[in-house]
């Protein structure tokens, strides 16, 4: 079956430690995703690529970090800059990042402090 | 910047029920609306897709209207049903970056 896989479902997060969350997609998607979702909020972008080895800042890119060496990987690495890291995190991949073509989402990751 | 109201925050309905869920945003200038579903912990799934230059969209159950120049989109839902609880997420995609602004959601409980 085609889609997104992430992992862990759960993740957490010790003062002062870096963690990485994992995405793949099977899907053959150029263009990847990576949102975070606060409780009553809406989505809101961290970072983007479009094609392997680039990729661009979002709205709230401080204390993240993310790499592309294969196409359907996107992992992103949440620093100890971070200081607020709880929160549900969703990934997403499209054909192209484009005018036409919807997001597919994977079922998430949620991110707790301890 | 745009930005995508979503009002009530949450809504209670009793099940056969007829009933529209409500979108707007400030810049018109978009390039489609999206309506998601999100189960309470799960990820996003893509109901319907208008582009720009569509009025409506329907799938099953589910009718999407958009009216650009008004800034404004609807989901109506026939014959709710208590599966059909769950978040609803209206998105528009904007801009040179093809950017997509969600808005917070409306929470939606069919009563058996």
């Known amino acids: 079956d085609g889609g997104i896989t992430q992992s862990p479902k759960y993740l957490f997060r010790k003062e002062g430690q870096n963690v990485t969350l994992s995405c793949e997609q099977n899907?053959?998607?150029?263009?990847m995703y990576w949102y975070r979702q606060d409780p009553g909020q809406g989505l809101r972008l961290i970072y983007y690529?479009?094609?392997?080895?680039?990729?661009q800042k979002g709205d709230i890119a401080e204390g993240y970090s993310v790499s592309r060496e294969k196409k359907e990987s996107f992992p992103l690495t949440v620093t100890s800059a971070q200081k607020n890291p709880t929160a549900f995190y969703l990934c997403?991949?499209?054909?192209?990042?484009?005018?036409?073509?919807?997001?597919?989402f994977g079922p998430g990751t949620r991110l707790l402090v301890l | 910047k745009q930005e995508v109201t979503q009002i009530p925050a949450a809504l209670s309905v009793p099940e056969g029920e007829n009933l529209v869920l409500n979108c707007s945003f400030t810049d018109s200038a978009i390039y489609n609306l999206q309506w998601f579903r999100q189960d309470p912990g799960k990820g996003l799934t893509s109901l319907l897709l208008?582009?720009?230059?569509?009025r409506e969209q329907t799938s099953g159950r589910l009718n999407a209207s958009l009216d650009k120049s008004s800034g404004r989109s609807t989901l109506y839902i026939a014959a709710s049903q208590p599966g059909d609880s769950a978040t609803y997420l209206c998105a528009v995609l904007t801009g040179a970056n093809s950017k997509l602004t969600f808005g917070k959601g409306i929470t939606l409980s069919v009563r058996p």
């Open positions: 899907l053959n998607h150029d263009a």
């Open positions: 208008i582009q720009s230059s569509q």
């Open positions: 997403a991949s499209s054909i192209v990042r484009g005018r036409r073509e919807t997001q597919y």
């Open positions: 690529s479009q094609i392997v080895n680039d990729f």
